[in-house]
């Protein structure tokens, strides 16, 4: 299967900062990313949906402020928190579509943020 | 409001046995269902999935029922094996227009296969 990165893969930041998390498709070009976020012991929940080139739509109720995605190219999809607090603490995971096709959504392996 | 649901958190099964994990839904514009296998510290991987045009696929050891009016879908996995172990998550999405491709997932079933 396809290969699909983050960076970090764990991050503890201060409250008041912000993160920027990093989620690339290796060895493939992303038509779309998605960027989920899940709680402990929950589901994965979709925060937003990114296109190369184009504005993020988020999800209802997901601050496009406070999430900041920038998808600079068919491979980089990038993740800002931004003025983090310890309720944006989570697990931030990714996807990538190879193609339009939905068995050619690969995941990344995630990143642990956790705000003091 | 939980539009997918995996009301089973863990299950147990002894190897070479069948595990059926199951999968409920309420939103009636769901026409697309997949499986996928989590191991810890990684992404889900894709399993199996099933449109809502079809009742059943099956991929190797791996079959996967849907039962439209019920809202239901299912697992199965024949035979059970301990590399099986992980947690399964069961997702759903509307695929027409801006929606193709967003995913609303279940919270997940751990599955343990004892040798």
């Known amino acids: 299967g396809a290969v699909v990165s983050q960076h970090p893969s764990w991050v503890i930041c201060k409250s008041g900062t912000s993160v920027k998390i990093e989620c690339r498709s290796l060895?493939?070009?992303?038509?779309?990313m998605f960027w989920y976020r899940q709680f402990p012991k929950q589901s994965l929940m979709l925060m937003a949906t990114s296109n190369e080139g184009s504005k993020a739509t988020y999800e209802q109720g997901v601050e496009k402020d406070k999430f900041l995605i920038n998808h600079a190219s068919l491979t980089l999809s990038t993740l800002t928190v931004t003025s983090a607090h310890p309720e944006d603490s989570s697990f931030y995971i990714c996807?990538?579509?190879?193609?339009?096709?939905?068995?050619?959504?690969?995941f990344g392996p995630g990143t642990r943020l956790t705000v003091l | 409001d939980q539009q997918v649901k995996q009301n089973s958190p863990s299950l147990s099964v002894q190897e070479g046995r069948i595990s059926i994990l199951n999968c409920d839904y309420t939103n009636s514009m769901f026409d697309y269902f997949l499986w996928y296998k989590k191991y810890p510290a990684e992404g889900p991987t894709f399993l199996i999935s099933i449109s809502s045009i079809k009742d059943k696929n099956e991929d190797g050891r791996f079959t996967v029922f849907l039962n439209k009016s019920a809202k239901h879908l299912s697992l199965h996995i024949v035979p059970s094996q301990p590399g099986d172990s992980a947690v399964y998550f069961c997702a759903a999405s509307a695929s027409g227009g801006t929606s193709y491709g967003k995913l609303t997932f279940g919270q997940g079933t751990i599955l343990t296969v004892h040798p």
């Open positions: 060895d493939f070009q992303a038509t779309t």
């Open positions: 996807s990538a579509m190879r193609q339009v096709s939905y068995n050619e959504q690969f």
